[in-house]
């Protein structure tokens, strides 16, 4: 397929583009590179450098490509930071993201592949979560991404687009080529390995006494590659409906003091840690049930183990310690 991957130059974008490329798709890399790096777009891939509210240039991406169907990972993603400026989050995650379905529809595109995220839960009760949990989310980032998802139900009634739409917590690990690395670093696993390697002094651990086996927060990390993958199969889904599809690591999840300790082990290094309060509104667990992709879908992840996770980020950096740089 010739597929359109927007944010393609960001952390998950990268891999995606890699991925599609290694299994003979064509791909064209749309990014602003506000965040990503010119370095992080595959040298097999066309490259776009335009801003999603350009509809003109989308349209063009779209024609001069002759785009088959597009995935979308252009967002702005930081948390804590949706919670402080809305309005941020609403004109990237939902206004751009209209910007692009129109120009689809004007394009006749119809297929389009969603990185939304588990943050449209919010704090569920029930642990792994399933789809059909209530969407309840309790900062800006989830609500803005299930506001896009919402509207892609829209444009399906009105205009026949599909949409298969991903919803999963940690992206993590990396490949040979492409790894994380972003100005402003919020995930665990790069920021203990940077730790690590000496770039920061200490990893704060928000809480140590959650009913959890060890105290500490549990999550779900899912292997970069295994994402892309998913996100490449869910676009067969489409020649029939649309679907909305969680990733979790399919465990139990790795608590803070598990990565920590696999991210010692692995690089040999002694790595700070601090315990520090609890983060108000971070739930003991969050883990994502993948058990309908793996259904409907045959999605298998490989790379599931923290380890090999853990492993892999830790190559990347090691070989790429500026990052990309500037
Ligand atoms: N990283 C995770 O753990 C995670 C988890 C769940 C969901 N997601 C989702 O996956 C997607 C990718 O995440 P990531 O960590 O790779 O992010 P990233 O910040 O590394 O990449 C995003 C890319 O999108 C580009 N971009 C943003 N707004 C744009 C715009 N208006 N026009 C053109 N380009 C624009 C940026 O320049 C950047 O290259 C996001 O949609 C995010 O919400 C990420």
């Not at 993603?77 to 990237?92: C, D, F, I, M, W």
């Not at 058990?291 to 183990?305: H, S, V």
């Not at 090999?308 to 980020?313: G, L």
């Amino acid at each position: 397929m010739r597929v359109l991957v927007t944010g393609g130059a960001g952390y998950i974008g990268s891999v995606v583009t890699e991925e599609l490329l290694n299994d003979g798709h064509e791909a064209t890399v749309y990014d602003s590179l506000y965040k990503g790096h010119r370095a992080a777009v595959d040298s097999r891939a066309q490259f776009v450098q335009a801003d999603l509210m350009d509809a003109e240039a989308l349209r063009r991406a779209l024609k001069e490509n002759r785009i088959e169907a597009v995935i979308h990972m252009a967002a702005d993603s930081l948390v804590s930071e949706s919670v402080y400026q809305p309005a941020k989050y609403y004109r990237n995650n939902v206004a751009a993201g209209l910007s692009l379905l129109d120009a689809m529809r004007d394009c006749d595109v119809r297929k389009l592949v969603f990185s939304s995220t588990a943050a449209t839960y919010g704090e569920p009760d029930r642990q792994p979560i399933a789809e059909t949990d209530p969407t309840n989310p309790t900062k800006p980032y989830g609500e803005t991404k299930l506001a896009f998802e919402r509207a892609l139900r829209w444009f399906e009634r009105a205009y026949g687009m599909r949409y298969a739409s991903l919803r999963y917590f940690n992206a993590a690990g990396a490949t040979e080529q492409f790894g994380e690395w972003h100005d402003t670093e919020t995930h665990l696993i790069p920021l203990v390995l940077q730790a690590a390697a000496g770039l920061r002094q200490d990893i704060q651990v928000y809480g140590d006494d959650y009913p959890t086996r060890d105290g500490t927060c549990v999550r779900d990390y899912i292997h970069v590659i295994d994402l892309a993958r998913a996100h490449i199969l869910a676009l067969q889904i489409l020649d029939q409906r649309s679907a909305i599809y969680n990733l979790g690591c399919g465990g139990e999840g790795y608590s803070v003091r598990e990565v920590v300790d696999t991210a010692r082990n692995v690089t040999g290094r002694e790595i700070t840690t601090r315990i520090a309060p609890r983060r108000p509104g971070d739930p003991a667990v969050l883990i994502a049930s993948s058990e309908k992709i793996r259904r409907e879908l045959g999605w298998q992840p490989e790379f599931q183990d923290l380890r090999v996770i853990i492993e892999s980020a830790w190559k990347w950096m090691s070989r790429h310690p500026q990052g990309y740089g500037k």
